[in-house]
């Protein structure tokens, strides 16, 4: 198994910056695809961010140009900068960890807050 835990979300204000950080322990070695999702109160969890095994990324439309996954594989961590932070971005911002056999596995979520 795999076990992801998120960092770094808080409050900020509109056209703000916040990086989002996921460290994965456990079976690190069959860590594949790792992503970035979030969920607004009252909708539903969707695709942020995705990063594979050999650096090729997509992103959500609502976020292209603002927004920047990466990953270091030596620290099994993925990572999420978020600039020119709007309203619309507050949700809970979520990682999920895809591994070779298969199966993907969340963590916790953070709260992310855009507000003045």
């Known amino acids: 198994q795999v076990q992801p835990v998120e960092s770094g979300g808080g409050l900020v204000q509109p056209g703000g910056s916040l990086r989002l950080s996921c460290a994965a322990t456990?079976?690190?070695?069959?860590?594949?695809?790792m992503g970035w999702y979030r969920q607004a109160p009252g909708k539903q969890r969707d695709l942020v961010a995705i990063?594979?095994?050999?650096?090729?990324?997509n992103y959500a439309d609502s976020v292209k140009g603002r927004f920047t996954i990466s990953r270091d594989n030596a620290k099994n961590t993925v990572y999420l900068q978020m600039n020119s932070l709007k309203p619309e971005d507050t949700a809970v911002y979520y990682c999920?960890?895809?591994?070779?056999?298969?199966?993907?596995?969340w963590g916790q979520g953070t709260q992310v807050t855009v507000s003045s």
């Open positions: 999920n960890i895809g591994t070779t056999y298969g199966r993907g596995y």
């Open positions: 456990g079976s690190v070695f069959s860590i594949d695809v």
């Open positions: 990063i594979w095994n050999g650096g090729r990324s």
